[in-house]
């Protein structure tokens, strides 16, 4: 049986830390940024912890 290929886009979008937590991006931070406070920008940089209700279907696209 071949191997399972690992998603491309989930590769690009989620990263598993060392204890295995699945990290993804906050979302916000693409467009329109002057409007933005430089509190809230930065408050938007720190990567967030996957929710519980989607790990299960994000480990199964990255091949976990």
């Known amino acids: 049986m071949p191997k399972n290929k690992t998603h491309s886009g989930a590769k690009k ?11 993804r991006e ?22 967030q912890v996957l929710d519980p209700s989607n790990v299960r279907e994000v480990k199964k696209l990255l091949g976990r």
């Open 13 to 23: 979008r989620f990263r598993v830390t060392g204890s295995g937590k699945i990290m």
């Open 26 to 47: 906050q979302a916000n931070k693409r467009h329109l940024l002057e409007v933005k406070s430089s509190r809230r920008k930065r408050r938007l940089s720190q990567d």
